[in-house]
């Protein structure tokens, strides 16, 4: 029996996919090992986001090879489409299996090498069918693939292609079939979940989350990152309808300035944003928004960053994920003038998390001494068990409490303390 191990970066549609992948291989009859061991063949799905999963990929990629040199070395993912698309290779890389190649990848490795496909015409989604992965109350949902924005700092639209939904009836049998097994929240996610349905007619996020809702059982839901001109006025008041929907909303925000905002390609403005998440908050008790922004973008001056900042200390957002730009070849923003220096990125992006982390003190504190739904994961850190509230606060408790053992893997009230 042919070993196989994967190792995966990036996003949770990433590790969705590498789940897919695992099941496809294990049905084939190959067995799956741990990515340190021997194995004979070493699938690496690899991220572009930023320099540094580009890094992080070769370092497995050698890593890899250092442990069987025999073996196969395979990646996929983000990084791999854009090699394989300036038709390079790397040291050490057998093959390089493109985005839309995927769902042939057992054909494709055994018969060594494919036909290349272009990403910008794929018109279908990958069908995975029920994917399931290792974390046992927690399931990733991947409703979507591709993205029609073009942001001028990304290389997604590049490497992904173009918008393309899954069909709304395989999402519910999926999400049916996780719940059967146990999962306790479902996090619904894909490349740009905001533009669900743009290639299908009449659907939308909102119906795929209504489906979700409306079905049997004790789980909860949660939406992965959204970009905010999903927020409106008709999305929140069905949304609030949804029971099961957690009040956590991830807006990708990537800056407070609307000069940067139109340069990063972004449409929408900080006025905009005011209000939608006040729409958020006038309609969700409690609600927790968070976002990414971008320090360093090209042109960036210092009364740009200042005007981020100062907006972002008035929105009091419950966490703010902070990037430092980082280049990425074959987009417009590397060929922007205006580049920043590194030192800058990151007295700026300091100056961000400090912020944050005080504002995410803040808002943890409102929930002391609350009854909170919480859903304990089977993980253990330090002698505690992780759990999450709605609002995706950690919630740590006493690995040794037998109460607290009992109701790992459910959705339980607790005191927060
Ligand atoms: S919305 Fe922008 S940042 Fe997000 S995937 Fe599309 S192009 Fe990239």
Redesign the pocket.
Known sequence: MKKIAFYTLGCKVNQYETDAMKQMFSKKGYEIVDFLSLADIYIINTCTVTAMSDKKSRQMINRAKRTNKEAKVIITGCMAEELKQQKTILDGVDLIVGNEDRKNIVEIIEDTFNESIDVNTCKEFWEAGNVLSNERTRAYIKIEDG?????T?????YV?GRVRSRDINNIVEEVKSVIEKGVKEVVIIG??IA?YGKDLSGVTLTDVVERIDALDGDFRIRLG?I?PVYINEETVDRLKKCVKLCKHFHL?I?SLNNETLKR???HYTVEELRDKIKLLRDNFTDVAITTDIIVGFPGETEEEFNSTYEALKEFNLSKIHVFPYSVRRGTVAEKMEGQISEETKDIRAAKLIELTNFQENEFKKRFLGKLMKVILEHREKDGFKIGHNEQYVDVLVDADDKDVVEVVGTIENLQIR
């Open positions: 993205c029609n924005n073009f942001c700092y990304c290389i997604i639209p992904r490349i740009h533009s990152s970009e990708s990537q990063m390609n972004r």
